[in-house]
Nanobody, 119 residues
Framework: QVQLVESGGGLVQPGGSLRLSCAAS????????MGWYRQVPGKQRDMVAT???????DYLDSVKGRFTISRDNAKNTVYLQMDSLKPEDTAVYYC?????????????WGQGTQVTVSS
């Protein structure tokens, strides 16, 4: 099992910045990708940013140039730096880790953290 604990959400004005953190613990040796997803009520959960153990990054088109995903291997923590925030970035943000073990891929999710962009 993998446990994910998120932090860093909150209320910010348009144009502001926030940094989300996700600390992983447990059976993390077989994790091959980490990422952030977001969801608003009544809509599907969308990928925002992902990073593989090899360092490859992928971003939702609407956040490219504004959000940056990074990781600190020593702390088993992945971050999402969000700059130039817009009201449409308002959502619950979820940390995700993907684990490949015994030929099975398992998704692990954090509890979610609310990000609200409003004046």
């Amino acid at each position: 099992q993998v446990q994910l604990v998120e932090s860093g959400g909150g209320l910010v004005q348009p144009g502001g910045s926030l940094r989300l953190s996700c600390a992983a613990s447990g059976s993390i040796s077989s994790i091959y990708a980490m990422g952030w997803y977001r969801q608003v009520p009544g809509k599907q959960r969308d990928m925002v940013a992902t990073i593989t153990i090899g360092g490859d990054r992928d971003y939702l088109d609407s956040v490219k140039g504004r959000f940056t995903i990074s990781r600190d291997n020593a702390k088993n923590t992945v971050y999402l730096q969000m700059d130039s925030l817009k009201p449409e970035d308002t959502a619950v943000y979820y940390c995700n880790h993907k684990r490949f073990f015994m030929a099975v891929i398992t998704d692990y999710w954090g509890q979610g953290t609310q990000v609200t962009v409003s004046s």
